[in-house]
């Protein structure tokens, strides 16, 4: 996973109160299952390693739910805190040298792809089969200008809307209550989100217009620049897959753990 010693081992550290015990070192396990979400295949996995197929599986697990269940890896949005906000803005403003000082993140969606459920898992099949041509989970996520991601939730299946998908989150109530202190506190310092015109325009969610400026030249000169910030969004999906090989393939789903959402 290109990860120096150091690192690795100052990831280890982290896990090590979360993992088993028993069985193979928590060094092992957490190399099984990088490689793994990278995109090894499990029997390179076994033949480097010397261990079981079953032990793969049995690691990749225990590593997820111990980096899932540590504060300390958690996305750390901080959306509630005015000085992070501003840090945000300050760093879209120098990357783009855009007239928009007040942009803190970039929103978009992604259809992860997933094998088929089974209609004894879910209420309704036909609500996970995206309108990209395959099975997916919708997953909504923003990130900052380094293109590292902040937020993310995933609690949709895949032919649900993006719009739709945010609006149900946590952070997509509060942005869309007006009367909200987190809506409140960014309408008063200027703070908004960029998002493409998927979504619903709000006092905190900054959106593109809709079918372009139409040869108005304020609307396109805002699309432009605004779409020069939300492209960092873009960019933190693209280098996604390329970094976790897991999603070259379509995920199989623990159902009874599906949902997952970081809160800011």
């Known amino acids: 996973m290109r990860m120096s010693a150091d690192t690795l081992y100052d990831l280890v550290d982290r896990l090590r109160p979360r993992l088993p015990h028993r069985g193979v070192p928590p060094e092992v396990r957490t190399a099984i299952a990088l490689r793994y979400l990278g995109g090894g ?21 225990d590593v997820v739910d111990a980096v899932n269940s540590t504060p300390f890896l958690d996305l750390d949005f901080q959306l509630s805190s005015s000085p992070r906000r501003l840090a945000y803005a300050a760093g879209f403003q120098s990357r783009r040298n855009s007239p928009f000082g007040n942009v803190c993140g970039a929103l978009d969606g992604i259809a992860v792809e997933q094998e088929k459920p089974l ?9 996970y089969y995206s309108r990209k041509g395959f099975y997916a989970l919708n997953t909504e996520a923003i990130c900052d200008s380094e293109n590292k991601f902040r937020w993310m939730a995933c609690t949709s299946p895949g032919a ?7 609006s149900v ?12 202190v987190l809506t409140r506190d960014m309408t008063r310092d200027g703070h908004s989100i960029a998002a493409d015109e998927a979504y619903a325009a709000s006092e905190a969610l900054a959106v593109l217009w809709s079918g372009g400026g ?3 030249r304020w609307r396109d000169a805002y699309n432009f620049y ?3 910030l939300r492209i ?8 996604l897959p390329w970094r976790w090989g897991v999603f ?7 159902w009874q753990q599906r949902r997952r959402e970081q809160i800011p």
């Open 160 to 166: 649900t809307h993006d719009s739709t998908a945010f």
């Open 214 to 216: 139409r040869g108005d």
């Open 232 to 239: 960092h969004i873009e960019k933190a999906f693209g280098m």
């Open 248 to 254: 070259w393939r379509p995920l199989r789903v623990l």
């Open 226 to 228: 605004l779409s020069s």
């Open 41 to 61: 295949s499990y029997l390179d996995i076994c033949a480097i390693l010397g261990v079981h197929t079953c032990t793969v599986y049995r690691a990749l697990w």
């Open 169 to 180: 989150t946590s952070l997509g109530r509060q942005l869309s209550d007006r009367d909200s």
């Open 119 to 127: 209609a004894t898992d879910v209420p309704c099949v036909a609500d």
